[in-house]
């Protein structure tokens, strides 16, 4: 249903309860947050079992981890160990500490306890993130490659990178026929080059892997037009809070070299309005879309606080209810191998909602016609929130 549609849709802007959102993240799944343990340069990512305990009580019904730095399907399996009422998955990014395009780290990967369900082509150690991110010399942006040959020479030499024409090397020949064999787990593009996604969507439709995520997608390279295009065949597109929502605190994402802090977010340059981004989304059809945050550094809200954020940005700018569950809740669940949700209660329940008005969700009301005992002080007894 469209958000022009909707009973919940743009003409009611000015009515929305600031109940909502949160009653959209019950059943909501964030498939993109970063939990701790993580580099001593970079301290302060979230607990994970925080994360959960956070989510849970929110009502969500699921995470999946992405861990840059090593097995975070580890971290799901002592999360779920610990954290009953919510599922918690785990994620296998191939980077270059664990040997970039190696085979025997995925099959281990996808035999971890925990329940891997997304490989990923790597984050901020592919040849195309790690040749764009830049520290700052005398006021100027420079990539890290130029400012400290060092890097160039051990790092970017050894950075993931897909062959976008030719023959397919015998590493990645095996990856992706070990995910094919895992029907439950999914392909992420990661951070590669425009041309390498489209490389990666063909082989993996070529080499028979079921789901395929566009991460970010493709950190903004990617057109509408081409976004439909990948749609088209199946593909889900990702949108991350993270691309519109963070901050320019410098970070070492992925070096523990403090000299590799990618600083060339200090420099204003210009960003795509909100609008725009949330434009291509609409575009685009949340019916391709699936939705997380990418949260987890100290410098940001919780990753639930994200998920919340994303959803009332949703409402703000027309989508409907349906539109937003699409996003949050039901492609998420698509992706990870989850059973679709049933929003038939929900919907009823929010729509004799709308027809009533707004209630404190905090505030203790007396009983109608109760009287206070002598001496008391007139509040009803209960639990304080």
Known sequence: MSASHSPFGPEDFYRRSMALPDRLL???IDTHVHAGPVLNSNPGH???IEIALEARAAGMRGVVYYDVFGWASGTAWLVNRHV????????????????????????????MEGGC????FGSHCTHFQASRESTVVDGERVPLHEAFPKFAREELSRAVRIPTEGPVPDELAEILELVAEHPEVYLNTGHVSHDEVFRIVELAEQYGIGKVLVSHPARGQLSVAEQKQLAAKGVFLEG??????????????????????????????TRRPVAHYIDDLRQ?????????TDYGVRNLPTAVQGMRTWIALLLDYGFGVEEVRLMTAHNPARL????????????????????????SRHALYPEAGARPADGASGRAAGPVW
């Not at 685009?284 to 997380?292: A, N, Q, T």
């Not at 989850?338 to 709308?354: C, G, H, S």
């Open 26 to 28: 019950a059943g909501a």
């Open 46 to 48: 979230a607990d994970p």
């Open 84 to 111: 009953p009422g919510i599922q918690s998955f785990g994620a296998y990014l191939m980077n270059s500490s664990h040997g970039g395009l190696n085979p025997r780290a995925v099959r281990t990967a996808l035999h």
């Open 117 to 120: 369900r997304m490989i990923s």
């Open 240 to 269: 991350c809070l993270v691309d519109i929502y963070c901050t320019s605190v410098p970070l070492t994402h992925y070096y523990p070299e403090k000299e590799y802090i990618d600083r060339g977010a200090e420099i204003p340059h």
């Open 284 to 292: 685009v059809g949340p019916e391709h879309i699936v939705l997380g």
């Open 336 to 359: 990870i191998g989850l059973p679709v949700l049933d929003d038939t209660a929900l919907l009823a329940e929010l729509k004799a909602a709308a027809e009533e008005p707004e209630r």
